[in-house]
Nanobody, 124 residues
């Protein structure tokens, strides 16, 4: 059983990146999925999530209108498309699973299985 975030890298301000959260050994569509990030010296914060059954999505105010979360059930993968990136988006990004039907970007305790993170650096 493994959950792996990937797709991070160095990008200039205003650029885009697409992160992937891939699972092996279990089905991601059986869970709500959250994306979180942690910048150096800061608390971990919720970025976006997609609910298990309804597919309803939520975003933190800081990324609303710039980030899009989506699922590809055939590939057993959840994506986070990040556009118009800002230096303050620099962080390690993690994906996590929650057995709850509805997701939330508040309260990481809802999420019980975390993958390794991927580093996103936004800098000129």
């Amino acid at each position: 059983v493994q959950l792996q975030a990937s797709g991070g890298g160095l990008v200039q301000p205003g650029g885009s990146l697409s992160l992937s959260c891939a699972a092996s050994g279990f089905r991601l569509d059986s869970y709500s999925i959250g994306w979180f990030r942690q910048a150096p010296g800061k608390e971990r914060e919720g970025v976006s999530c997609i609910s298990r059954s309804s597919g309803v999505t939520y975003y933190a105010d800081s990324v609303k209108g710039r980030f899009t979360i989506s699922r590809d059930n055939a590939k057993n993968t959840v994506y986070l498309q990040m556009n118009s990136l800002k230096p303050e988006d620099t962080a390690v990004y993690y994906c996590a699973t929650s057995p709850l039907r509805a997701c939330s970007v508040y309260g990481s305790s809802r999420y019980d299985y975390w993958g390794q993170g991927t580093l996103v650096t936004v800098s000129s």
